[in-house]
């Protein structure tokens, strides 16, 4: 059975360093999210593609985080420099042409940390 | 824009009694879906079911049902004699056609079922 992949499961880290987290989305998905889970909260888009396109990245905090997916297939989310309040889980989704009514698969998700 | 709530913020039941959790949206768009994923201790989101707005016929899936309904705005998802193994966090989260096609997911309610 086809799964998103994710690494690492999980991150502890000091504030002020650079974290980054993978994705590999199903193959053949043309469309990467990327959703962080505050604790007791549900997620919230970070980042959306469309093959190697950012289609949404409103909700980016673009001083600090940066995301690619530079051959449209995997991607990577980073953070420099991590602050406390990123602790959160970090999500990872895939679906196959981006289309509202299309079933989001997700990963396992990286657990970070930031003492 | 676009919203979910989820008003249960957690819920305890014993094992086979039958649970209710309930949603509640809000969009302005006339095609839209809905969707519920379960979110175990492990923290995967792991899809449960899909719903558009044209479709209110309620559904059954062994143990779970669906029930959709466009005049109270309302998805409400029931576990039929609950086991242990439904013991996790249930988000409840729509997607629209214009505009941000990612999830907007509700805050969540955890369901505790006690043997």
């Known amino acids: 059975e086809a799964e998103v992949a994710q690494s690492p499961r999980y991150k502890i880290t000091e504030k002020s360093q650079a974290v980054a987290f993978w994705c590999d989305p199903i193959s053949g998905h043309a469309t990467l999210y990327w959703y962080r889970q505050i604790l007791g909260q549900g997620p919230e888009l970070l980042v959306q593609f469309q093959d190697e396109s950012v289609v949404d990245d409103s909700q980016l905090p673009k001083d600090r985080f940066s995301a690619e997916r530079l051959k449209g297939v995997d991607s990577t989310l980073k953070i420099q420099p991590a602050e406390l309040g990123d602790s959160a889980m970090y999500l990872c989704?895939?679906?196959?042409?981006?289309?509202?009514?299309?079933?989001?698969?997700f990963g396992p998700g990286t657990r970070l940390l930031v003492l | 824009a676009q919203k979910v709530t989820q008003a249960q913020t957690e819920i305890s039941v014993v094992e086979k009694e039958d649970v209710t959790l309930d949603c509640v949206y809000e969009?302005?768009?006339?095609?839209?879906?809905l969707f519920w994923y379960k979110q175990p201790p492990s923290g995967e989101l792991v899809f449960l079911i899909r719903r558009n707005s044209f479709d209110e016929q309620n559904e059954i899936s062994g143990r779970y049902s669906w029930n959709f309904q466009k005049s109270t705005s309302s998805f409400n998802f029931t576990i039929t004699a609950s086991q242990v193994v439904d013991s996790a966090v249930y988000f409840c989260?729509?997607?629209?056609?214009?505009?941000?096609?990612?999830?907007?997911f509700g805050s969540g309610t955890r369901l505790q079922v006690q043997p």
């Open positions: 989704a895939s679906s196959l042409g981006g289309a509202a009514r299309e079933t989001q698969y």
């Open positions: 969009t302005r768009d006339t095609t839209y879906y």
């Open positions: 989260a729509l997607s629209q056609d214009t505009g941000r096609r990612a999830l907007t």
